[in-house]
């Protein structure tokens, strides 16, 4: 069984930094491309950040710079550290991969920018 489970989220004021984890089972993780993303209510999910098996990255222009994302295949885990972070950072964040034919995502974690 596939299972992503994300954590780290909360509450920070603008120009700070959280630091989220998502931890999988269930797949080879060291062969998985692994992805962040994010929604608010009323929007659509938007890609954050992407960790290739070779540990190649990609990032959206809005948080180029500022967040990066790593992993860790001895312990099968993604990471998502944000920094500088500013009150459009607001969402849930959710860590996704793909496999046999359909995209495996997690059940999110909250993270609220505000003072």
């Known amino acids: 069984q596939v299972r992503l489970v994300e954590s780290g989220g909360g509450l920070v004021q603008p120009g700070g930094s959280l630091r989220l984890s998502c931890v999988t089972s269930?797949?080879?993780?060291?062969?998985?491309?692994l992805h962040w993303h994010r929604q608010t209510p009323g929007k659509q999910r938007e890609l954050v950040a992407t960790?290739?098996?070779?540990?190649?990255?990609d990032y959206s222009a809005s948080v180029k710079g500022r967040f990066t994302v790593s992993r860790d295949n001895a312990r099968n885990t993604v990471f998502l550290q944000m920094n500088n972070l500013n009150t459009e950072d607001t969402a849930v964040y959710y860590c996704?991969?793909?496999?046999?034919?359909?995209?495996?995502w997690g059940r999110g974690t909250q993270v609220t920018v505000a003072s």
């Open positions: 996704k991969t793909w496999w046999r034919d359909r995209d495996y």
């Open positions: 269930g797949i080879n993780f060291k062969i998985h491309t």
């Open positions: 960790i290739n098996s070779g540990g190649s990255t």
